[in-house]
């Protein structure tokens, strides 16, 4: 059975930092495409970042660049979202989900981690 | 950057009814790499189709998803209780990966 679980949200002061990872059991990690969607609270679906499988490739929407690092550990079956300066706007719940096949559309979800950024 | 619209907002229906959901893109989405998901309130999104018209592993066929170049479709053909959500599109053909914002399938 595939399961993707993520941790490392929480409340955290503007201009912080934190750590999301997602654990990943069921399937060859190795194999496919990453990404991390976010929903803001009460709002839509917003693509933040993917991956490659080997990490050689990663994307980023716009809003996050350049503050946000996706990373993955195929050899652990994690994959890691580092963000930096958080913003109020960064306040959602961040989703880690598994490619499909060979395309990166999300297909697998986690049931998603809290991140609150408030002082 | 290609940027998703559905409509409508929300579609107020009765079980039983057929649901017809736009998403146009504001450019031709390469290779029909467009998807469609379903979430249900405090519920991660679930792909229904991909491929613009590809059924995910374990779909009804009574989601069908066409279209091409800049205009898509999601059909759902007789609705269930249980297909009252929100629904998105997105396109997985250029980055940023973006969603459309969604359409309401509620009950009438």
């Known amino acids: 059975e595939v399961q993707l679980v993520e941790s490392g949200g929480g409340l955290v002061q503007p201009g912080g930092s934190l750590r999301l990872s997602c654990a990943a059991s069921?399937?060859?990690?190795?194999?496919?495409?990453m990404s991390w969607v976010r929903q803001a609270p009460g709002k839509g679906l917003e693509w933040v970042a993917n991956?490659?499988?080997?990490?050689?490739?990663?994307y980023y929407v716009d809003s996050v660049k350049g503050r946000f690092t996706i990373s993955r550990d195929n050899a652990k079956n994690s994959l890691y979202l580092q963000m930096n300066s958080l913003r109020a706007e960064d306040t959602a719940v961040y989703y880690c989900a598994r490619g499909l096949r060979l395309w990166r559309v999300p297909y697998y979800w986690g049931q998603g981690t809290l991140v609150t950024v408030s002082s | 950057e290609i940027v998703l619209t559905q409509s409508p907002g929300t579609l107020s229906l009765s079980p039983g009814e057929r649901a017809t959901l736009s998403c146009r893109a504001s450019?031709?989405?390469?290779?029909?790499?467009l998807a469609w998901y379903q979430q249900k309130p405090g519920q991660a999104p679930r792909l229904l189709i991909y491929g613009a018209s590809s059924r995910a592993t374990g779909i009804p066929d009574r989601f069908s998803g066409s279209g091409s170049g800049t205009d898509f479709t999601l059909t759902i053909s007789r609705l269930e209780p249980e297909d009252f959500a929100v629904y998105y599109c997105?396109?997985?053909?250029?980055?940023?990966?973006?969603f459309g914002g969604g359409t309401k399938v509620e009950i009438k």
């Open positions: 069921g399937f060859t990690f190795s194999s496919y495409w």
């Open positions: 450019q031709s989405v390469s290779s029909s790499y």
């Open positions: 997105q396109q997985y053909g250029s980055s940023p990966e973006n």
């Open positions: 991956i490659k499988q080997d990490g050689s490739e990663k």
